[in-house]
């Protein structure tokens, strides 16, 4: 079955825009986690989702945020973009049940200019 | 969630096999130790998962000692594109009701001809 899919995988913005990423994850996984990736503070969580609604949120501000559909595909979008913000965005998806490993998708890399 | 530690960064040749290993004093009593791998510009991959003794699948075996306080990813007969970053996790099950996975920093191996 496919994988999960992140679009687009590059992305230029200019500092002060706002952005909107994608994630369709793989089918019948109803969880989806966001991911931020920097050289120099690593991949860091930023939030999940799980059937339309926000189980879990890591320590960003509330320019980041996200949501999910019906179909458990999810967006999340960042305003007021800063330098800071460019990074690879990274999403997961996994399935239900006790020991069930999360899929990456490969990642959005966004630069703000 | 338990803090690990990890060299930074390791060597190896094609043909060797590469061990890593993890320290996570502590750890909590439910809590299991994740392995995923990543290649630059792509999202990491699940390699392996234990709780306890010795766990091994089709590229990896995993050692964990007694007093759950370390673990060892044991890679056998390296190959070059085996090069990655190797990060160690220690958290609840994998998806088991809530999922956020927290990584370190993780260990680049680099494996040479």
Same mark, same amino acid.
């Given at each position: 079955?496919?994988?999960? /899919? +992140? ?7 200019? @500092? ?5 990423? *994608?994630? #369709? ?27 339309? /609604? +926000? ?7 509330? @320019? ?5 559909? *019906?179909? #458990? ?41 | ?113």
């Amino acid at each position: 079955k496919a994988g999960v /899919t +992140q679009t687009p995988r590059y992305l230029i913005k200019t @500092r002060g825009q706002q952005v909107t990423l *994608s994630c #369709s994850p793989i089918s019948g996984h109803r969880s989806v986690s966001w991911y931020q990736q920097t050289p120099g503070q690593g991949l860091q969580f930023l939030f999940e989702y799980f059937s339309e /609604t +926000q189980r879990n949120k890591g320590n960003f501000p509330g @320019r980041f945020s996200g949501r999910q559909f *019906s179909n #458990s595909r999810s967006e999340m979008n960042v305003s007021t973009l800063e330098l800071g913000d460019s990074a690879l965005y990274l999403c997961a998806s996994s399935g239900e049940g006790v020991n069930t490993e999360a899929f990456f998708g490969q990642g959005t890399r966004l630069t703000v200019v | 969630l338990a803090k690990t530690t990890q060299p930074i960064s390791m060597d190896s040749y094609e043909g060797q096999e590469v061990n890593i290993t993890c320290s996570h004093n502590n750890i909590a009593t439910n809590d299991y130790i994740t392995w995923y791998q990543q290649f630059p510009s792509q999202g990491p991959r699940f390699i392996i998962q234990g709780y306890k003794t010795k766990v091994t699948n089709e590229v990896a075996s995993l050692f964990i000692p007694a007093d759950r306080k370390s673990s060892t990813l044991s890679l056998p007969r390296v190959s070059l594109s085996d090069t990655a970053v190797y990060y160690c996790l220690v958290g609840g099950p994998l998806y088991s009701g809530y999922s956020t996975l927290t990584f370190g920093k993780g260990t680049m191996l680099l494996v040479s001809p």
